[in-house]
């Protein structure tokens, strides 16, 4: 059976304690709600400072009505303070999307130009090597016609025909000159390294964005180029 707090002829029912099944009779001072007797005497609240029922709910209109005395209960009091709280989130709130976008911005800026940079360089590089083995695969095809021509020739030397010798005398000879051009040197530039360094940025205690994105521009440069020499 529950027990019930009478005020103004109202009887409000206060429910049992949810450990024990028994009506809440008191109120514990110390940890401020209700407890039943089983509590008090051997339950986690045992040997609290308590009160009834009734003198509880004096105590809690008293501190009620003096806090109303005191102008706490005023809404203009707490109005202001949310303001001020509601202006300080407001403020964090625009300062997160500005910064964040700054941040995201800037490494777009930075990204797209590494990007674009990479690309140079590549380029920069693919043209230089496919330059130099277009000359290396000149020489080469150059070079394999020559040993065709030697083929060639073999067999005209070994054959006994003459009447074939005189009617390709022309291509002989013309076979025989070209094989016994003389002998050249080729240079291959054989692009040794890129210097990927940032060296500018350890130097400088601040460089901003702008400042880097124009490093960018010149950043990985070619670096040493070795001259192989080849003959053909
Ligand atoms: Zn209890």
Known sequence: MSNSFHTNEEAFDLGDCPVHNRPF???????LKLICPSC????????ENVCTIEE?????RERLNEAARQGLLKVDKTESVLLDIRQ???????????????????FTKLIKKLKERKNVILKQVE???NEQLDEIQT????????QELSVELLKFAKSNNEANLVKNGRHIIQAIECINEPLNFHVAKILNTVDLNLKTIEKKKDLNPDEFNRILETYGQKGDIVNVNYRC
């Open 40 to 47: 008090l005497m051997f339950g986690p609240h045992k040997g």
């Open 25 to 31: 009779e008191c109120f514990s001072l110390d940890s």
């Open 139 to 146: 020489q080469e095809q150059r070079w394999i016609e020559k």
């Open 88 to 106: 300080t989130k407001l403020t964090c709130e625009e300062s997160k999307v500005r910064v964040m976008r700054e941040v995201e911005e800037t």
């Open 56 to 60: 509880a709910g004096k105590i809690a």
């Open 127 to 129: 043209d230089h090597f």
